[in-house]
């Protein structure tokens, strides 16, 4: 199938070809890859802001009011909202959509919820695909909702620049439950609902951390003598409310001067660097995967070395580094 | 498109009655039957149905009506989507629809009616058999 057609209106800022070039790359792998071929050229102009907190912690209502602010500045925002899928039904309510109403009928604003589909890791599979659609739509920032996190969901900083994280007052030793993930990739610590007691609290248990915490987002790779050389965004802490836009002066502020501090460093290239390595590494594992399913339910070589583990001589790491030799790929 | 594709169902009640409860139920029923289902919530104009049918793309479209006001909402919302060049979206409304009205809505090329008491997996069996694309 050609996707010519589509991909000229896409890159005219058509939204209807944009709605569905992206679902089409949802529910097509094999045509994902053949459209993200012919748009990968364009791509890369759009600044990419993950957000992400604990469901309620007000995602959607963030996300409403900045991007009213972004779009009376004249700018064009594309929003990806996921939610979860269902592990017993496979289906999935999407409800981000409420919180947004008011920007329905703004020609700047494109909204799309998609939901996970099982993927852990707070993201769906397409989501790097739909926010290059989106960056080649034209949109200036594109903007990623997770779904509702709890510990260890940090994929979205394989994919946007700046991690936005959202916490409230009053829910507990949250900071203890999110230090081991979340913590050290987290950009800018947001506490919403501000106007709750308990904010100024959670604001100084955010800098407690911050002091014995460092920020492995940039260099979690290379946690060698190399990384000590990459220049170090200290995490900064903002308390505002969603609901009024009370302090998102002081957000967009920061959110400026962290796309600042990535350029002027040079800690971009890096992202780029380390989204790409990433990007790849996810379709090489679902390439290999697709291929080692293959191969395990037709090979005979394969259905006689089970039988041998069956019979206890041989044992199922062997087989595994047999079946890797039957792949050709060591 | 692949077989395994997923049904991606809007749910959403134009207009300005406020009871939602229906909406929500048939909203579950349908995520239970393995569909993706996006709920946009009460107090929906025919401009923002339709440019949210435009974004997210959705098989079918399930509206919600119990105010009476179908007729003038449902023509409105058909006319704007087909100006958008939209022909292959499921569009279904339900609620209070008097009987008189049907035939109305039909010539619009709105479809299903289900009221007060239609079990939930005909409707799950409607969506999934009158599917356009």
């Known amino acids: 199938m050609g996707y010519e057609a589509l991909i000229d209106r896409l890159l005219k800022g058509d939204t209807r070809a944009a709605a569905r070039l992206i679902t089409i790359v949802e529910n097509d792998i094999v045509a994902a890859e053949e459209i993200i071929n012919l748009i990968y050229k364009h791509t890369g102009k759009a600044y990419i802001l993950g957000i992400t907190g604990a469901p309620g912690s007000g995602k959607s209502t963030l996300i409403s009011t900045l991007t009213n602010i972004f779009v009376e500045e004249g700018m064009k925002i594309g929003i990806i909202c996921v939610d979860p ?246 | 498109m692949s077989e395994n594709r997923k049904i991606k169902v809007l749910v959403c009640k134009p207009g300005l009655d406020g009871h939602d409860r229906g909406a929500k139920v048939i909203a579950r029923a349908l995520r239970d039957a393995g569909m993706e289902v996006i709920y946009t919530g009460i107090h929906q104009t025919p401009d923002d149905v339709v440019n949210t049918i435009i974004q997210e793309d959705p098989d079918a479209v399930m509206l919600s009506i119990l105010s009476g006001a179908h007729n003038a909402l449902c023509p409105m919302i058909m006319e704007k989507l087909k100006d958008n060049g939209i022909d292959d979206v499921l569009v279904a409304v339900g609620g209070i629809i008097p009987d008189e009205d049907k035939p109305i809505l039909e010539k619009h090329g709105l479809m299903g009616f289900q009221g007060p008491g239609t079990e939930l997996k005909e409707i799950v069996e409607f969506v999934k058999t009158n599917l356009k694309r």
Request: one cysteine or more; hydrophobic letters at 40%; charged letters at 25%.
């Open chain 1, 85 to 330: 899928t269902s592990p017993l039904t496979g289906g999935a309510i999407l409800g981000d959509r409420i919180r947004m109403k008011k920007h329905f009928n703004t020609n700047n604003v494109f909204i799309r919820s998609m939901a996970n589909r099982g993927q852990l890791g707070g993201l769906a599979r397409a989501t790097e695909d739909i926010i290059k659609i989106l960056d080649v739509y034209g949109c200036d920032i594109v903007i990623i909702e997770t779904v509702g996190v709890g510990q260890s969901e940090v994929d979205i900083f394989r994919s946007a620049q700046s991690v936005l994280v959202l916490l409230v007052p009053g829910m507990g030793d949250d900071i203890q439950a999110i230090k081991a993930g979340i913590m050290e990739i987290t950009d800018i610590f947001i506490v919403n609902k501000m106007d709750l007691s308990g904010a100024d609290r959670k604001v100084s248990e955010i800098m407690q951390m911050l002091e014995l915490s460092m920020n492995f987002k940039y260099d979690y790779q290379n946690t060698n003598q190399k990384s000590a050389n990459i220049p170090k965004w200290i995490p900064k802490i903002v308390k505002l409310n969603s609901k009024t836009g009370e302090n998102f002066e002081n957000l967009l502020e920061i959110i400026n001067e962290h796309k600042a501090f990535l350029k002027e460093t040079g800690v971009i290239e890096n992202y780029h660097l380390n989204r790409i390595r990433n990007e790849t590494l996810q379709i090489l594992k679902h390439k290999l995967t697709k291929k080692v399913e293959g191969l395990i339910h037709s090979n005979t070589q394969i259905d006689e070395y089970i039988r041998l583990v069956m019979d206890k001589s041989m044992d199922p790491y062997s087989m595994a580094n047999l079946i890797i030799q039957l792949l050709g790929i060591e």
